[in-house]
């Protein structure tokens, strides 16, 4: 899932539409979400237990990025980390 806070949804329409994104996108226009999870920065990244705590956290995007998350989530399935 994503949240968006920018306040540009025919912006985010496009971006979803360029990308092919397949999960849920939460249009935050309240900045709701931002202020729960105390988001600084964009892109911020969350990995989530089975418990629902937020057990990583990642601002902004760099790259070899998906490579650290792929290892965080094999560690919470029990995989190589």
């Given at each position: 899932?994503?949240?968006?806070?920018?306040?540009?949804?025919?912006?985010?329409?496009?971006?979803?539409?360029?990308?092919?994104?397949?999960?849920?996108?939460?249009?935050?226009?309240?900045?709701?979400?931002?202020?729960?999870?105390?988001?600084?920065g964009t892109p911020t990244t969350f990995v989530i237990d089975a418990d629902g705590m937020i057990v990583f956290r990642h601002v902004d995007y760099y790259p070899g990025m998906e490579t650290v998350l792929e290892k965080e989530i094999q560690s919470l399935a029990g995989g190589p980390a």
């Open positions: 899932m994503a949240v968006d806070a920018s306040n540009q949804k025919t912006r985010t329409l496009k971006v979803i539409e360029k990308t092919g994104v397949t999960f849920g996108i939460l249009l935050d226009n309240k900045k709701v979400a931002k202020e729960l999870y105390k988001i600084r």
